[in-house]
């Protein structure tokens, strides 16, 4: 590779690096992608992907998520996408305010009690984006590409690699950041879900906890549901556990009885990369001589705050 090949190297083929990259690439910028492996080996393959900012509290999340609210919100009419509006219910088994993210969603409402599922004691009904995330994630390549932009399969142990073949290099490596640029604030929740084929559900269940404990989640994507989930704190296998996937479906199934039946199609686990606050941030040319910016640690809200993190990163830039 010739130094300075590109104008931008963008390291991580999920969610937050392929819309680094889309951004940058529609900015009129030249930018290549480097994945460690295919899409189906990131943590975003695994995501339930609702909008739902979830196991994150840095204080400029609500406003990546209203922004990347919309941008979803537009994409939802494109069925290649992957992307659906849909309404459902946000629910909690203790009583609890709603947060600020989600009282700034157009149709939030407060649910009545006699409204919600058996032993959740407080939530809300609104519509959101739900992101069938395969799909989209091809989406987001192909975008890429359309404008330009290129993905190379290529694992790296340090950011000088990229760092001569481009001006700007963005590290979107998520928990892979911890070995890369010795991040040890940085450490896994594992989650796993299952899906299954859809017999017939429309609406949405999602459970609101900040807790490390199991999460019952059930989402609706045309012709499956994904149900979840766990949010195992400093867990690191990414083997599935059967156990947990019978548990996931009973838990399920308390809430919509026909998923007890429901063919299962494929069974998840990610490693979510979580920090007490996302890196979001800008390292200035020292001897790499490329700008570095760093775009990971995002917890469970990859896909809420990907847009609006990924043009925040690259104002950075100046």
């Known amino acids: ?10 390291v991580g083929g999920g969610v937050s690096g392929l819309t680094t990259a889309v951004c940058l690439a529609e900015a009129g910028h030249s930018v290549q992608v480097w994945a460690a492996g295919q899409e189906a080996d990131t943590t975003s393959y695994a995501a339930g992907a609702i909008y739902s900012p979830f196991l994150l509290k840095d204080e400029r999340a609500p406003l990546w998520a209203t922004q990347t609210f919309a941008v979803l919100e537009s994409l939802a009419g494109d069925k290649d996408t992957g992307v659906t509006m849909a309404f459902g219910q946000e629910v909690c088994r203790q009583p609890v305010d709603p947060p600020t993210w989600a009282r700034a969603v157009p149709s939030f409402r407060q ?10 004691h407080s939530g809300w009904s609104y519509e959101v984006p739900l992101v069938d995330m395969p799909l ?3 989406y987001l390549q192909n975008r890429l590409k359309r404008s330009g932009g290129d993905i190379l399969r290529h694992h790296i142990s340090t950011l000088d690699e990229p760092s001569a073949c481009a001006s700007v290099v963005v590290n979107c490596t998520g928990m892979g950041a911890r070995d890369l640029v010795h991040d040890t604030d940085l450490y896994p929740i594992r989650g796993e879900l299952v899906v299954v084929r859809n017999p017939g559900i429309t609406r949405f269940v999602a459970e609101h906890s900040d807790a490390d404990r199991d999460l019952t989640y059930l989402l609706p994507h045309r012709d499956v549901v994904v149900l979840g989930g766990t949010a195992d704190k400093h867990r690191w296998d990414l083997v599935p556990d059967e156990g947990v996937k019978k548990d996931i479906i009973a838990r399920c199934a308390v809430i919509e009885p026909k998923l007890l039946e429901a063919e299962v199609v494929d069974h998840r686990v990610g490693i979510r990369p979580s920090r007490d606050q996302v890196r979001a941030e800008r390292e200035n040319p020292g001897g790499r001589g490329a700008v570095i910016l ?3 640690g995002h917890g469970g809200s990859g896909v809420s705050i990907s847009w609006g993190c990924a043009r925040y990163v690259l104002s950075l830039l100046g």
Request: hydrophobic content about 40%.
């Open 1 to 10: 590779m010739n130094r300075r090949s590109w104008d931008a190297i963008v």
């Open 294 to 296: 760093h775009n990971y």
């Open 136 to 138: 989209y994630l091809r």
């Open 111 to 120: 649910c009545h009690p006699a409204e919600l599922p058996a032993g959740f």
